[in-house]
């Protein structure tokens, strides 16, 4: 039988071209859905279905590549998420008296005693490493400045 009514039932199939016959349930057959498993059908409207959307809740999904959902990532924007309360970038640097030394213009003063965030460390250490790049080629310049010159000396 090819129609309900030669089956001996009186139903008609809502999705003659749907096999599945609306899979997700979402009144839209899987032959038209933009989204044939998904019954929010896009929820968050990013243009990826729920069913494989990694963050379905969330339009942004995971903008800065971290693996975690922008609704719920601390540092929305930072991939190392590396931030503080304020920003998305800190490289505030804390002195040991009684207040902040200095911060970077889009920051406000960290207060005594607060953390250095890891990103600060990785200026300090980038920082000190170009200091002791700079002192080796200072002694190179002066060990060879030093030296006698074998071009200069000719055999007697």
């Known amino acids: 039988c090819t129609c309900a009514h030669q089956c001996g039932t009186d139903t008609i199939d809502s999705c003659p071209h749907d096999a599945e016959d609306d899979a997700d349930s979402d009144g839209i057959c899987g032959d038209v859905d933009s989204c044939p498993l998904d019954s929010a059908n896009d929820n968050d409207s990013d243009g990826v279905c729920g069913d494989v959307d990694s963050c379905p809740d969330d339009g942004l999904n995971d903008g800065d590549g971290d693996g975690i959902c922008d609704l719920v990532d601390s540092c929305p924007g930072n991939a190392l998420n590396l931030c503080d309360t304020t920003t998305?970038?800190?490289?505030?640097?804390?002195?040991?008296?009684?207040?902040?030394l200095a911060s970077s213009s889009d920051t406000t003063l960290a207060p005594l005693g607060s953390t250095i965030a890891l990103e600060t460390w990785y200026i300090i250490g980038g920082v000190a490493g170009g200091l002791v790049i700079l002192l080796l080629v200072v002694i190179i310049a002066v060990a060879c400045a030093d030296s006698p010159d074998s071009s200069s000396h000719q055999a007697v």
């Open 88 to 100: 998305t970038t800190t490289t505030t640097v804390v002195s040991t008296t009684s207040s902040p």
